[in-house]
């Protein structure tokens, strides 16, 4: 079932002076109603990803990484409810399309790889039939073409002899191999936006490197965005033109790639940077994921009042237990979200 808008959505003014960007996702809240409360998973969300950029998105399990990036195709799983925002891309907000327009998007124009290869292939169809189902279906090719254009993708994300993989069921193949199957699906019409979501996270280290490796060229070579989900650091170091850190369901800071690994100014974000070992744009191939920074993040079922972070924060004060800080412009292209930055507040109950 997919996850739909129940109530209106509040708006942004439009941006002056700027082309409109691929996608603007602006106060995106997605809520899951349980027997004990309502979890707040996504909780006023904003990012944008313009024409040929890589957008990553890190922080730690649980920040409302992946329910973001599926609401944006609306596949958030039940019982979850977004309750507020926009997700414009390519003129269309995807929140008010029909079931039926979102079907002729999702796959052509925005796809998805998801972080469980193992999962997320079908496994009582062979990987030729999985490939071209969704060609015939967006393209109208003939059995024939489909068949062509899959054995082709399949040799482009680095897979040999595709003739014989197409007639492979999933279980025939490794967690590499089920991964670059996942890439040439999410690939198959050219999408102008790829969402990966940690695409490397179940795969041990050799074959993560070669993927992403895989990812970047596929990038260039195709002139296709990204929006790339991660809780790993040296992903995002090596992949991302911008990135933003969220945390417990908001947004704490956005900004380039540079500034962010140089110049990082919220709390949460130098935390992050501060619990891994070395973080540089030269990824050497090792991991660097996030180690734990001292505490916990919040139950979203009870989220703390004022700023999330505020129980883990070096420099809380006093008036962050209570005054929630709202996205604030620091630079240009530069935006945070903490009273100590100069962030505006919204008094919580
Ligand atoms: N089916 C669900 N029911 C209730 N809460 C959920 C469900 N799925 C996710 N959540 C909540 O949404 C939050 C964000 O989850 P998720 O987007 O998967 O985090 P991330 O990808 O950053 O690790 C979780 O902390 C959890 O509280
Ligand atoms: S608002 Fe306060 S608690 Fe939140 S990050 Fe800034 S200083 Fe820390
Ligand atoms: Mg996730």
Redesign the pocket.
């Known amino acids: 079932m997919q996850s739909t808008l129940v109530s209106a959505p509040e708006t942004a003014p439009p941006m002056m002076g700027q082309p409109a960007p691929l996608l603007a996702v602006e106060g995106l809240k997605v809520h ?1 109603p ?1 027997r004990d409360g309502v ?1 707040r ?1 996504v909780d006023g969300v904003d990012f944008q990803v313009r024409a040929g950029q890589t957008l990553g998105i890190v ?1 730690e ?8 990036s599926l609401t944006l195709l609306r596949l958030a ?1 039940p ?2 409810r977004i309750v507020a925002g926009r997700v414009l891309f390519e003129g269309e907000d995807l929140l008010r399309q029909s079931d039926k327009r979102l079907a002729q998007i999702r796959g052509r124009r925005m796809a998805m790889i998801f972080q469980n290869p193992a999962t997320s292939l079908n496994p009582i169809l062979s990987i030729g039939q999985q490939l071209t189902e969704i060609l015939r279906w967006h393209t109208g090719a003939s059995h024939r073409a489909a068949l062509d254009r899959a054995a082709e993708l399949l040799a482009l994300v680095g897979i040999s002899d595709p003739a014989a993989r197409l007639k492979q069921y999933p279980h025939e193949l490794s967690g590499g191999m089920k991964q670059r199957v996942g890439i040439a699906r999410a690939l198959l019409c050219e999408p102008a936006l790829l969402l990966a979501d940690e695409p490397t996270t179940a795969l041990d280290v050799t074959i993560q490197a070669q993927i992403l490796d895989l990812l970047a060229e596929l990038r260039q070579r195709l002139a296709m965005s990204m929006v790339l ?1 991660t ?1 790993d650091m040296g992903v995002v170091a090596r992949m991302a033109d911008r990135i933003t850190v ?1 945390y417990a ?1 908001r947004i704490c800071e956005t900004a380039d790639a540079a500034t962010i690994f140089n110049a990082p100014q919220h709390p949460y974000t130098r935390a992050l940077l501060e619990s891994v070992p070395r973080v540089d744009h030269s990824y050497s191939g090792a991991r660097r994921v996030l180690p734990s920074i001292a505490g916990r993040p919040p139950d ?2 009870h989220a703390p009042p004022g700023c999330r972070f505020h129980d883990r924060c070096p420099e809380a004060e006093p008036e962050c237990r209570r005054v929630m800080p709202r996205e604030y412009l620091l630079a240009p292209g530069h935006t945070v979200s903490c009273l100590r930055r100069g962030s505006p507040g919204e008094a919580t109950p």
Do not use: C, E, Q, R
């Open positions: 899951f349980t979890v998973a922080g399990s649980g920040s409302g990484k992946t329910i973001s799983p019982p979850a989900v809780h969220m369901g979203l079922l």
